[in-house]
């Protein structure tokens, strides 16, 4: 596990930077696609590159972590609505090229056999972006999920339903329940996983994945299982971690040409 320690714009372009090397050198690329704040500067650095720099999403595919049971088709926080707002309308995503899991389908059990069948069929996701809740969870795996899930439906934690009531003008009573989510073997399933954390509200879930035991009370510390996954986290978000003067020397003697 690689932990980058940077300003969060940095961090941003070195998410976007391995998101264009891949996508550059295989065109046909699978990405993973996060909700939530933590992934906003990476979608808008990847639009200014596809305007600027000519990087193409046109023969790539998408899929999202996770979805809301329930949700209204058109609620904006619907995360395929978010998705489609904060990246995929504003590159050049083919039609259906981004998909997620159908948190309104009559038969949610199948819906999330379907998922993963649909990313096993594209080839399974080459890159994985990731935020982290402030209990340790990743995609929706809350605290308590196996280690070994694959896509299913979940009841979020009290604690992520207050997190996320922002989106949904500080009124709890509307933040849905249940959600579908990529399970944590599903995830772990991912070529590379790059997670991103800021703010000192993530300083104790950042601790836990990166130094803490592996157990399903803090989801994230599979990642520590996985061959290569990086975390990109800024001073705040450090802040609790033991060894952290160690992997800011780490990254500042990293040689230039070794990417993420
Ligand atoms: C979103 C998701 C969640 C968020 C996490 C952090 O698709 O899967 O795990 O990444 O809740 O959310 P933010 O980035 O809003 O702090």
């Known amino acids: 596990m690689e932990v980058v320690i940077a300003p969060a ?138 280690l070994a899930s694959r896509t299913r439906i979940k009841t979020l934690t009290a604690q992520t339903r207050e997190d996320n009531a922002r989106f949904f003008g500080d009124d709890l009573a509307q933040v849905p329940q249940h959600c579908l989510t990529q399970g944590l073997a599903t995830i772990m399933s991912a070529k590379h996983l790059v997670l991103l954390a800021s703010g000192k509200g993530k300083a104790e879930a950042v601790h836990q994945l990166v130094e803490g035991p592996v157990s399903a009370m803090w989801p994230a510390t599979i990642m520590q299982m996985h061959p290569h996954a990086t975390v990109l986290v800024d001073d705040a978000a450090a802040s609790r971690l033991q060894l952290g003067d160690y992997y800011r020397q780490t990254f500042l003697s990293k040689p230039e040409w070794q990417g993420l």
């Open 9 to 146: 714009d940095q961090l941003a372009v070195l998410a976007a930077e391995a998101i264009d090397k891949l996508v550059r050198a295989t065109p046909t690329a699978v990405v993973g696609l996060a909700t939530g704040s933590s992934p906003l500067k990476v979608y808008d650095e990847l639009v200014r590159r596809h305007t600027e720099e000519g990087l193409s999403f046109a023969q790539a595919k998408a899929f999202m972590l996770d979805e809301y049971v329930g949700i209204a088709e058109d609620h904006p926080e619907r995360y395929r609505n978010v998705i489609e707002k904060e990246i995929a309308s504003r590159v050049d995503f083919a039609p259906g090229a981004v998909q997620g899991p159908d948190g309104n389908a009559e038969d949610l059990v199948a819906a999330c056999a379907d998922y993963e069948r649909k990313i096993v069929d594209a080839g399974g996701v080459d890159l994985q972006i990731l935020g982290i809740g402030t209990d340790g969870h990743i995609a929706f795996n809350e605290p308590g999920s196996s």
